[in-house]
């Protein structure tokens, strides 16, 4: 009960959920279930675009030495 009323997206109140039949328990958490897994197919899938790009986010062209260069 707690998965379906935290992952529920605000949905689900605790007395809800805990008059609710069980079969429509069952089938709202396997498609709270199947939304993560997209989500979680999407963000993969992303992360793989980026790593394999050539137009990854690097790090400002300014060279260390004078980064702290403080003295004039």
């Known amino acids: 009960?707690?998965?379906?009323?935290?992952?529920?997206?605000?949905?689900?109140i605790h007395s809800e959920v805990y008059?609710?039949?069980?079969?429509?328990?069952r089938f709202h958490i396997q498609k709270i279930n199947e939304h993560v897994?997209?989500?979680?197919?999407?963000?993969e899938e992303t992360r793989k675009d980026n790593s394999n790009s050539s137009n990854a986010?690097?790090?400002p062209n300014v060279?260390?030495?004078?980064?702290?260069n403080f003295r004039k």
């Open 1 to 12: 009960m707690h998965d379906l009323v935290y992952h529920g997206g605000g949905g689900f």
């Open 19 to 25: 008059n609710m039949p069980t079969w429509m328990r």
């Open 37 to 43: 897994k997209e989500q979680n197919d999407e963000m």
């Open 57 to 59: 986010t690097r790090g």
């Open 63 to 68: 060279t260390p030495s004078s980064t702290y």
